[in-house]
């Protein structure tokens, strides 16, 4: 009979399928370019990074962090469970003119030696891992002393604080924990525990541009999202269930998106910024 151990590993190891599968759906460079992309540059500023400095990105998507760190002058890994987003980074990186390299791995099982890195940043990436503490350890393992870790997570508008909460109690589709969780400054003090000497949350906003309304950011987003693009074909053969998602949605941008006061209809999204120092010693235990 299988043990309990080797049942936690296959579960494990097919939830993760299942994730990587999704994540290579629809166009995700496309969307990451009209909504995160922004996100990329801000949290390399955040972590002060700049020519000579070793830099680990998680669940580096195609590239938003990792290609303006190699721009910024640093020596990039770009790491993601998904490489069927590498070519589209690649691509990317080329008509910037940088070079990175691109990993295939796990958040909770990164490929690095321990302190390998200066800097160890994931934006909207690390936190879709389910097992939260074991991302938190991986990510200050490869992490030098001294060094910095920096990290975008998903955030509600603050008109929707209230919602913030209980959102982030609900089970989520990744592995049953809320990356919303990430935003909790009690949440991820605990998680970095003492092997932090300081960290830092505030909230960053980004805007999309060009979306005349709702439906048109829906439609953008069922074209081009791997969340959506799944729950969407999934639903294809039955209308009802076309028309429920399409509510659904226009409800999630109505919660996760505001209305830009720049250009007319255009969206914001707000994530929120942690960069952590890890200790420069490390504490006898
Ligand atoms: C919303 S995308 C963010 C990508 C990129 N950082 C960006 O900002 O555009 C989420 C990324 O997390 C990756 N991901 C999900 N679970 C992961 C895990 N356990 N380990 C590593 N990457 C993971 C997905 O493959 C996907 O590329």
Same mark, same amino acid.
């Not at 934006?123 to 350890?137: E, I, K, L, T």
């Not at 959506?228 to 509510?247: G, T």
């Not at 006061?261 to 929120?272: H, I, L, T, W």
């Given at each position: ?7 936690? *590993? ?6 993760? /399928? ?41 669940? /580096? ?47 909770? /099982?990164?490929?690095? /030696? ?19 503490? *074991? ?60 092997? *932090? ?31 959506? *693009? ?56």
């Amino acid at each position: 009979m299988a043990s309990k151990r080797s049942d936690a *590993v296959l579960e494990d190891r097919e939830f993760k /399928a299942g994730q990587r599968a999704m994540w290579a759906l629809g166009d995700y460079h496309e969307f990451a370019r009209r909504s995160l992309w922004e996100f990329g540059e801000r949290l390399v500023e955040a972590c002060g990074i700049g020519p000579g400095q070793r830099v680990l990105d998680v669940a /580096a998507g195609t590239g938003n962090v990792a290609i303006r760190a190699a721009l910024a002058g640093a020596d990039v890994v770009a790491s993601d469970l998904t490489p069927e987003n590498f070519e589209a980074g690649r691509r990317e990186a080329a008509a910037h003119g940088v070079r990175l390299e691109w990993v295939e791995a796990d958040a909770e /099982a990164l490929p690095f /030696a321990d302190s390998a890195f200066d800097v160890v940043t994931s934006s909207f990436g690390a936190v879709f891992a389910p097992n939260h503490q *074991v991302v938190a350890d991986e990510l200050l393992r490869v992490s030098r002393p001294g060094g910095t870790i920096g990290l975008m997570a998903p955030a509600v508008p603050a008109r929707n604080a209230g919602f913030s909460q209980m959102l982030a109690g609900l089970p989520s589709t990744f592995g049953g924990v809320s990356p919303l969780r990430w935003g909790d400054e009690e949440y991820v003090a605990k998680l970095f525990g003492e092997s *932090v000497e300081s960290l830092e949350m505030s909230r960053r906003r980004t805007e999309l541009a060009g979306f005349a309304d709702e439906t048109q950011l829906r439609d953008f987003l069922r074209a081009h999202h791997p969340v959506a *693009v799944e729950l969407y074909s999934e639903a294809a053969d039955d209308p009802e269930a076309v028309a429920m998602l399409d509510d659904m949605l226009l409800s999630v941008i109505n919660l996760c998106y505001a209305r830009g006061e720049g250009e007319a209809g255009s969206f914001v999204q707000e994530a929120v910024l942690v960069v952590a120092q890890t200790r420069s010693v490390t504490l006898a235990s």
